[in-house]
């Protein structure tokens, strides 16, 4: 039997959610039978995308909204993405909350009707405030979103939210339902 390729493509911005697909692929190639490997949304080969069995991707929110180049990477590869089975993962700090995953579910919801696409599954994943590598004025504005979120607020240090457990489960649940496209 041929081993499953799982392609998961990430776009971030403070490098947490760089950390989550390297994850995700790691945690997919441990099982029976299954490659995966992690690109760059602005890096990732052709030849990668067209190789791949499934496909996860994921990107980082910021003020609201995905990456730019994640719509981007999404638009140009719709019809391809609608060919095989896919996951999105939506991380942010938002999802950190139970309060706030209503908010991660409109920023998701915003995100897929603006990409035309169709994700067969979608996962919330609680991302990080990383205060000490912000400007100030960006610390600042991260410190009241945290508040009003009821998160930690010390900008002297970084808070790593990301349910590391629940990651995994989301890696092995998605690589063994197997490849074939939901219909």
């Keep these: 039997m041929e081993p499953r ?21 790691d945690v997919a190639a441990s099982q029976p039978l299954v490659e995966s490997a992690a690109f760059d949304v602005r890096t990732v080969a052709p030849a990668a995308i067209t190789s791949c069995d499934a496909v996860v991707l994921a990107a980082s929110v910021r003020f609201g909204r995905h990456q730019r180049a994640m719509l981007r990477f999404v638009r140009k590869h719709r019809q391809f993405l609608a060919s095989k089975r896919t ?57 009241r979103i945290a508040a009003s ?29 197997g490849t074939a496209k939901v219909a």
Excluded: C, H
Excluded at 125 to 137: D, I, K, S
Excluded at 149 to 177: C, H, K, M, P
């Design 149 to 177: 979120r009821g998160l930690d607020r010390d900008t002297r240090r970084d808070f790593e939210y990301t349910d590391w457990n629940r990651v995994d489960q989301f890696a092995r649940s998605f690589v063994s339902q």
């Design 5 to 25: 390729k799982l392609l998961v493509v990430y776009a971030t911005t403070d490098g947490q959610t760089e950390k989550i697909a390297r994850r995700i692929t």
């Design 87 to 143: 996951a999105f993962v939506s991380v942010s700090g938002a999802s950190a909350s139970p309060s706030g995953r209503e908010v991660a579910k409109e920023y998701v919801a915003a995100f897929l009707r603006k990409a035309g696409w169709f994700p067969d599954v979608v996962e919330l994943v609680a991302g990080a405030t990383l205060f000490t590598r912000y400007n100030p004025l960006l610390r600042f504005i991260m410190r």
